[in-house]
């Protein structure tokens, strides 16, 4: 008896020892990382929450009417809709050829030219919207939606190129040189054997971009404001000083519908290792 | 003939979209920018509107804010991030699982949004505080509240960089072979030996890329310093913001641009080198 106990007591300090760390890691990232989290979404269903209730005393929909009626919202929603899809729509178009060229094709300068995409991670966002918006200002694309598309499309770049070329460069040549010996059209090989290989990545590159995109606050807040409005541009006023929190809640848990479709695909996400493909890792 | 001439034009075709959107919107504006500041009134060169920066007690003020606050989320992010990577590329447990999954959620949390749940979690009488006071009345009377000070910001930073800081480093520690750190331990090489000898150098590159891209990130970053940090001093991005928007004088805010790029213009290029050397490695 004492010795099965011994051996269980063993046993415990042992998985202690070896996920001593693990525990502490995680319980440390629960508090940091979740509790934050969840207290945006309890907020976001409260009517009543006063200090020292640790979860709401009355619980209900009645501000999500109020804010979801708000007339700034009504402006800032379709925008910020209509924005995300243009930008994505618009990024696909310019960059997926592009991708197509530097994975598959040789010319002078390519090493060049796709470095030159990883300058737009090595500028302060705010401070180069501050230099474009100067430029903006005199082609009067300052307040326009066009002017918004444009800086967001930038944000865009290195995404949706990167990644898609990392997925052209993974297709095996051999395949579809094997299409093309029995007969296969060169339309038909990539539309069967190319693009079906590459699609993965493709969406995975496009989910982001829209994400991405729908999230943009720093060109929405310089370049678009205050004629073109979008939801984490409008959240700013309502999240600082403003004395009911329930605004901000439900407009956080509005923002973060897209990401719960992300996090549906996260697992595949990183498996692929997209994530950090677009940053150059 | 004519056939091979479009052929080796087309690359250049498909690429030129996104390139003249790289180069008219960020090697242009940033150029053009940093000419202007360096124009006087007159149209000859000079220091001139650098002077009034370095005069102006807030901007200069800003500047050191700026820096020291993105220093120190910096080693906070470091010293949080590097040993969880360590433990995730070592460990296959459930737990190891279950912590990689809750390091990684701020990455699906919009920017604003994580300013919010960050101010309602750790404000007087938030989230926090009321659990502390449920567990002891005492205790949470000595609670202090990081809402609108310098620890706000850094906090912040922190919060919203752990996901791409921890796959970049992991990616990173996967490139360490296991069998590199076996075949030391059976010649009777420490942990510390491991770490130092093997380990360490090997992910230099994914930590420079990681201290690159983050330092821009906080450097130039304005929801958070807006939401969460004090009223003043404030960092360059929220003066750069106020500048041009609510003060209406977006010469100051350009130079107040361009100083900012100056000194992420550094890290940005050790950033590109780091990523280029591995690519041409690699290749």
Redo the contacts between chains.
Sequence with gaps: MTTLTLSMRDRLKRYAA??G???F??IF??I?????????L??GFAIRWR????IPTEWGFDFWQETLSRADLRRAFPNSIVLSISVTLLSMV??L??S???AR???RG??F?L??????????????Y??????F?RLGLVGTFAGVV??Q??NT?LLM?WIPTAAFQGVERSLEEAALDVGASRLRVFMQITLPLVFPAVFAAVLLTFVNT??E??GA??IG?PNVLTI?VI??PL??NQPI?QY??IL?LV??AP?VV??LF?NRL?RG?Y??AG??? | MVARSTR?L???I??T???I???G??????A??FVRTLTGVDGSFSFERYLEFMNDRSSVTSLIFTFQVTFLSLIGLFAICY??AL?LRF?N?R??Y??QM?????????????????????RG???????I??LSPVLSETYYSPYVKPEGIIIGSI?ES?P?TV??LL??LRQVESGLIESAQDVGASRWTIFFQIILPLTRR?AL?AFC?NF??I?????IP??LGPAAPQTL?VL??RT??EYAQ?LQ??T???I??AV??L???L??RT??S???GRN
């Excluded at chain 1, 470095?115 to 180069?128: D, K, V, Y």
């Design positions: 070896r996920e760390f693990g525990l890691a995680l990232l629960i940091f990382i979740v509790l934050p989290i969840l207290t945006v309890l907020w200090f020292p209730a640790v310019i960059c050829p592009a197509y060229a530097f094709m040789n010319f390519k090493q030219f470095l030159s995409f990883l300058f737009t991670n090595a500028f302060p966002r705010l401070g180069l501050v230099a474009i918006a100067i430029i200002f444009i800086v499309l930038l770049l190129i729908f999230y606050t720093y807040l310089l404001a984490p959240m700013f999240i600082n929190p901000g809640a956080s923002l973060f990401s992300l996090l996260a990183l290792g994530l950090t940053f150059g890792v | 080796s087309l690359p250049y498909l690429i979209p996104p390139i959107l790289v180069f919107l960020i090697f242009f504006p940033a053009q920018s040993p969880l433990y460990s447990s737990v190891a279950w912590a809750v390091a990684l959620l701020p990455l699906f949390v919009p920017g604003i949004m994580s300013a919010y749940a960050l101010i309602r979690f750790f009488r938030g989230l926090l505080e009321t659990i006071y449920q919060w752990i791409f796959l970049v990616a990173g994914a890329i891209l821009i990130a450097f130039g970053s304005y929801t807006y939401l991005g750069m913001q041009y928007q977006p805010a350009e107040q641009a361009v900012t790029f992420c213009a890290v940005g290029l950033y590109v990523v280029s591995q690519r041409t």
